[in-house]
């Protein structure tokens, strides 16, 4: 082992004329445990009160000043760390590898968000999560994003989570975490790319809303899935629709779904065939994909520091002298390069099978976005899409029921139904 | 709607079935305690880059002193630039570049070395002198005051022997001492 001496060069002296004493070390301690599980209570405390004031007390002004709150304390004063967003490479990491040690407040960071997506939807994205409720803050002027590119884009997301969980999973590092774009601004410090791309963010954020929620957070896909099935959901009116479409436009981020109309029979005929096509396209995708991944995988393999250093090595090895720090340092430790390369090929086909696992998935994504984009829903009134509807509880106040429930003046000529 | 909400009923308690299995799982291997990340300083090849990869503006590594480990020389190789021009505390003699280490006289001949912590950026120039042509008393750790306590450290991402892993918030620190030695 480099640095290891037999015995010390220099004998320590003994100090017998002045009686010197020995000075220890200073020790500054951790936070301790008490506050770990501090954060654990304030994220269930935030969790709940986000729930109830979605769903029940139905209040904007009470999520911002809780979104205001989350940004503070996990944002600015935790530092951005532990996140739930990042805490699923840590939870994907302990599945994959037994002797990962994971510790308690990192597993509820991860699951408690998705407990509480399946029962009252994505209720920490409005104003739990210090990311989310940032960007919300900075949103002044949304533009609606047209429809097409809002559906291409977001798919980048449960990309952005395969990937993610590829990395995590075969212990290639935390790339959610390596790319956090809003952590740097958190702690007010970090590299020049990723401060530049979180400003960026916040400044594009200004105009379109929530650009890292809605096409990048991989947590958000995984959630918006969760949500999808959720026990209750977030309602733009309290009481009956009275297809009034006075909320039609207040969504910034795109989650209203119209209620539809009656189609003719011709276009219902087409869209039957579109779907029959788009199921029988969805083995070939995955094929396709999966085999994709394996490639994909094999490459992104390299980022591995086993494998890259084995590169290395093997490149060099009787060729070129030692200039890079890793392979010469790994010289100097006397390890064996044949169990290198050994390792090297174990990690290496972990990443094609994962690879492979994720290019399905991707493709599971993708078809299913086909086929549901074929499906011609009926939709009888106006509500909020259950995977994307993040619960900012903006569009509350425009329905004329709402108002009614509030006792505050209604529009002219909005229809109204007596509260039933 | 009926066939639908039931549907949905399934997935959602099939999740959530799911979502318990999988804790269940978890939580055998989950720790009460938190972890935090440590520097190994007997892999610690003094490479330099734990001044600059940390995520904070300062490192939060600094160089810390095993007293009993150190021979307390006149000549520390730790503190003196290879070749100076006298043993004196001059600045052009000392290898640290923010003078972050200040040594007291003890008694004839020793001198007894301390680090100004604020100063120290973690840079490691100290070190490996001491490492090369002394005792090895002076390493690194990460100072936890100042640590954030990444996901991820962005220092251990980059180490090239690998030297910076998570160690139990219970015991802190793999400080250097005589013992181990021997």
Redesign the interface.
């Known amino acids: 082992m480099i640095g290891l001496l037999a015995s010390p060069r220099f004998p320590p002296p003994e100090f017998t004329e002045t009686g010197h004493q020995l000075p220890g070390f200073t020790i500054p301690l951790p936070r301790g445990p008490l506050l770990e599980h501090l954060d654990v209570v304030v994220l269930l405390a935030a969790l709940f009160l986000a729930a109830w004031l979605t769903l029940r007390h139905r209040s904007r002004r009470g999520l911002v000043a809780l979104g205001i709150f989350s940004v503070l304390y996990f944002g600015f004063w935790r530092k951005g760390c532990i996140c739930s967003i990042g805490s699923i490479q840590n939870i994907a990491q302990g599945l994959a590898d037994s002797s990962f040690g994971l510790p308690a407040t990192v597993l509820v960071f991860g699951l408690a968000p998705l407990v509480f997506a399946l029962l009252f939807g994505r209720v920490f994205c409005s104003a739990v999560c210090p990311h989310g409720a940032l960007q919300d803050l900075v949103l002044i002027k949304p533009i609606t994003v047209p429809g097409w590119l809002e559906q291409g884009l977001r798919l980048i997301p449960y990309t952005y989570l395969g990937l993610a969980m590829i990395f995590a999973a075969t212990g290639g590092g935390y790339i959610i975490c390596q790319y956090d774009p809003f952590v740097t601004l958190f702690r007010l410090s970090g590299s020049v790319l990723m401060v530049s791309c979180g400003i960026g963010l916040l400044a594009l954020g200004m105009f379109v809303g929530r650009p890292y929620c809605r096409f990048l957070c991989p947590y958000g896909a995984l959630l918006g899935l969760a949500s999808n099935v959720s026990k209750w959901r977030v309602r733009i009116t309290p009481d009956t629709c009275t297809q009034c479409r006075l909320c039609e436009q207040t969504c910034p981020f795109g989650a209203i779904n119209k209620s539809t109309v009656e189609t003719p029979s011709r276009t219902v005929t087409m869209d039957k065939w579109r779907l029959a096509a788009m199921i029988l396209l969805l083995p070939v995708l995955i094929g396709v994909s999966g085999w994709f991944g394996g490639v994909t995988g094999k490459a992104l393999a390299r980022k591995h520091r086993t494998v890259n250093l084995a590169e290395r090595i093997f490149e060099r090895t009787g060729k070129v002298p030692d200039t890079i720090l890793t392979t010469a340092v790994f010289r100097r430790t006397g390890a064996s390069i044949e169990s290198l390369y050994a390792n090297a090929r174990v990690v290496r086909d972990r990443y094609v099978l994962a690879g492979r696992l994720c290019g399905v998935w991707i493709a599971l994504v993708v078809g299913g976005k086909l086929i549901t984009l074929a499906i011609r829903r009926k939709r009888h009134d106006y509500e909020a899409d259950q995977t994307r509807c993040i619960a900012c509880a903006r569009c509350f106040k425009f329905c004329p029921q709402e108002l009614q429930r509030l006792g505050l003046p209604i529009p002219e000529g909005a229809p109204l139904m007596p509260p039933s | 709607m009926k066939r639908r909400d039931f549907f949905?009923?399934v997935?959602?308690n099939a999740?959530?079935i799911g979502?318990g299995g999988?804790?269940l799982?978890?939580?055998r291997?989950?720790?009460?305690?938190?972890?935090?990340w440590q520097i190994d300083?007997?892999?610690?090849?003094q490479?330099g880059r734990c001044a600059t990869q940390c995520?904070?503006?300062q490192s939060a590594v600094k160089c810390?002193h095993?007293?009993?480990?150190?021979?307390?020389?006149r000549l520390c190789t730790g503190y003196f630039e290879p070749q100076p021009n006298k043993l004196n505390t001059a600045a052009e003699n000392q290898l640290c570049p923010t003078g972050a280490i200040f040594r007291t006289f003890?008694?004839d001949p020793?001198y007894?070395y301390?680090i100004n912590?604020p100063l120290c950026i973690g840079c490691a120039k100290c070190v490996s002198g001491c490492?090369m042509?002394?005792?090895?008393s002076l390493h690194l750790q990460i100072?936890?005051?100042?640590?954030?306590?990444?996901?991820?450290c962005?220092i251990a991402?980059v180490c090239?022997?690998?030297a910076i892993h998570?160690v139990p918030?219970g015991q802190?620190?793999k400080?250097k001492s005589?013992e181990e030695?021997?």
């Not at chain 2, 095993?66 to 020389?73: H, Q």
């Not at chain 2, 042509?133 to 090895?136: E, I, L, R, S, Y």
């Open positions: 949905r009923g997935v959602r999740t959530a979502l999988m804790l799982g978890l939580i291997k989950a720790k009460a305690d938190g972890t935090v300083p007997w892999k610690c090849t490479c995520v904070l503006e810390v095993s007293f009993d480990m150190c021979g307390y020389c003890v008694e020793y007894e301390k912590e490492t042509f002394g005792n090895g100072r936890h005051d100042l640590c954030v306590n990444c996901n991820e962005s991402r090239p022997p690998d998570r918030v802190p620190y400080f005589r030695t021997t």
